[in-house]
């Protein structure tokens, strides 16, 4: 049974066209998390949530929309698609937000190509 | 900004040839740091938290230390199964900042 589990794995799309990734997390965590990873394999947080509260919310353009209909899943919404927006996305979620709740347990991730 | 990185960039070692991996990071607002290990085409795996200086943690053959300025993850007599992508990760509020990752490559 998957902890972590997003959809979909890969997305192929054109410019300009409206995409969502999904995530759901069967840890009973409170605490959720997207990252982007980009062609140098640098991982970027773009977002969390906490019991459906944003917390973090780094710079990013406001074509990216998160949503946490509930603490099990966050979903990420892109308007517009643009080229740099290729790279892949890791949906991540932690115990809490107290220093010593744990670590960060990531998802496979979804690897979105803008053509 | 909360900064980490990593040195060095790619490590290629012979099986059974010990090295060691390091990982800087800003000191300041510093509340734990955490190692990953990343296969191609996969999510981060956690590997060890770290949270005070002369704290080590070991598993197979994997050892984590921690200074008052950086980390080190050593590798004892690695196999061909250990090369991945090696992340680590410094907590600052509630933001893990990783660090560029170090690329292992075991040669059989």
């Known amino acids: 049974d998957t902890a972590v589990s997003q959809t979909p794995k890969y997305l192929v799309t054109q410019m300009g066209n409206d995409k969502s990734i999904k995530c759901e997390q069967n840890l009973g965590h409170d605490t959720m998390y997207w990252y982007k990873q980009d062609s140098k394999k640098f991982l970027k947080i773009m977002f969390s949530y906490n019991n459906k509260e944003l917390i973090i919310n780094e710079t990013v353009p406001n074509r990216f929309s998160p949503k946490s209909p509930d603490k099990a899943h966050l979903n990420l919404h892109i308007n517009s698609l643009e080229l740099g927006d290729s790279a892949v996305y890791f949906c991540?979620?932690?115990?809490?937000?107290?220093?010593?709740?744990?670590?960060?347990?990531f998802g496979e991730g979804s690897r979105l190509t803008v053509l | 900004e909360d900064q980490v990185t990593q040195s060095p960039e790619a490590l290629r070692l012979q099986e059974g040839e010990s090295s060691s991996l390091n990982c800087s990071y800003t000191?300041?607002?510093?509340?734990?740091l955490f190692w990953y290990r990343q296969d191609p085409g996969k999510g981060p795996e956690f590997l060890f938290t770290?949270?005070?200086a002369g704290e080590e943690k070991e598993k197979e053959r994997l050892k984590a230390t921690l200074t008052k300025k950086e980390s080190f993850l050593h590798i004892t007599a690695p196999k061909p199964e250990d090369s991945a992508t090696y992340l680590c990760a410094g907590i600052y509020g509630q933001n893990f900042v990783f660090g560029p990752g170090t690329r292992l490559s075991v040669l059989p």
């Open positions: 991540a979620s932690r115990r809490g937000l107290a220093r010593n709740t744990g670590e960060l347990f």
């Open positions: 770290l949270y005070s």
């Open positions: 000191v300041s607002g510093l509340r734990g």
